[in-house]
């Protein structure tokens, strides 16, 4: 009996660790599965209406929101496709159009000859400043002017440099600019992808969104400064430790944490527009030193390009139009703050051609 009892005993026993083996499988293999789930979930896209409130930017903006995604997805999100990826990829595209202009810039010599300056002085410089001395000389034709020996100029006189007249210009305040264009940009690239992971990464990256922004801004104006006032230095001093201290206001003023939220878009967007809007003051000053010169003129033309390319995409910003007239429509494509971005690399680029004209005209010169 004790030995049946025994055996009985033992088979009951081992029986019951095969249930507890198959109980304990079943459970780990749920957890597994919950945990998937979870991870999957996570890694799903959310309407507006399901972001905490300081995710919530755009209310016209209703689908494809990433939400608080762990960090290693929220990067390679760079490379999926959400409300974001259009606003990631403008600035990352023209991050690397300034980044191949500077290695360009770098593979010149100090006079300017090679690629990059080629190119402006051919294609974005000589069309409409010959158009503009064209319009000149058919006028002085029939009614001299004191600057009527500037129309007797070439087209080589005034776009390219003879090598043994030119001056050694420094080309350090042209790399200012392209470093600031270069921060702005992959800076707002990285807010753009890395924001949503958290409220402290939020706040930090849009706060380095907008301090980009003020830094692109004031490496704008050191070139065109510094070469139409190149023979003045003292207004060359004034000028650039103006902007550069307006350009550190504002960014000590935007890092307060308030100023990032969505209620603060256009005041965020009028302080960048009078920031930029400042350098009239010093462009009609170099205008009125330099009126008799073509070259400066086309370059304020240029600039004022900028200025209107910067200005227009500043007012998509802050109106949200499209995604106003019909929300949801342009939740992955034709957003405002994609339509900006997109103004705001043509802004860069309109300016990148008036540095390179002053600059070359700089070097035709002689010295001062």
């Known amino acids: 009996m004790n030995r049946r009892g025994g055996k009985k005993r033992i088979v009951n026993g081992g029986g019951g660790r095969e249930r507890l083996r198959r109980v304990d499988s079943a459970m780990r293999g749920s957890d597994e599965e919950e945990n998937k789930q979870v991870k999957m979930k996570r890694r799903i896209l959310v309407k507006y209406e399901a972001l905490p409130e300081y995710l919530k930017d755009n209310e016209f903006i209703l689908d494809y929101y990433r939400c608080e995604w762990p960090l290693k997805d929220t990067f390679l999100s760079v490379f999926s496709w959400h409300n974001e990826t259009l606003n990631i990829w403008t600035h990352l595209s023209g991050f690397l159009i300034f ?42 034709s029939r009614n001299a002017s004191p600057g009527a020996h500037h129309r007797q100029f070439s087209k080589s006189s005034l776009l390219d440099i003879d090598g043994d007249d030119s001056i050694h210009v420094p080309r350090w305040p042209w790399f200012v600019f392209l470093v600031g264009a270069m921060c702005c940009l992959v800076f707002s690239s990285l807010s753009h992808l890395l924001a949503c992971h958290s409220k402290r990464l939020n706040l930090f990256f849009w706060r380095l969104d907008y301090a980009g922004i003020s830094l692109m801004i004031v490496c704008s104006f050191y070139g065109p400064i510094y070469y139409a006032f190149y023979c003045q230095p003292s207004w060359r001093v004034f000028y650039l430790t103006s902007i550069t201290s307006l350009g550190m206001l504002a960014i000590i003023t935007l890092l307060a944490p308030s100023l990032s939220s969505p209620h603060f878009r256009a005041f965020r967007a009028s302080l960048f527009l009078a920031m930029g809007f400042s350098g ?13 010169h073509p070259q400066v003129l086309m370059a304020l033309g240029y600039e004022v390009l900028m200025a209107i390319l910067y200005a227009t995409g500043a007012g998509f910003y802050v109106s949200r139009i499209p995604e106003r007239w019909k929300p949801g429509a342009f939740d992955l494509t034709g957003h405002s703050h994609q339509i900006f971005h997109v103004f705001v690399i043509g802004g860069a680029l309109a300016h990148s051609a008036a540095i390179l004209i002053i600059l070359n005209w700089r070097r035709a010169l002689p010295a001062c």
């Open 99 to 140: 980044a191949a202009m500077t290695v360009a810039t770098l593979a010149e010599n100090t006079k300017g000859e090679g690629p990059i300056s080629s190119f402006f002085r051919s294609s974005a410089v000589a069309a409409p400043l010959m158009a503009i001395l064209a319009l000149d000389s058919n006028k002085g």
């Open 280 to 292: 009239a003051i010093p462009a009609v000053h170099a205008a009125t030193l330099h009126w008799g």
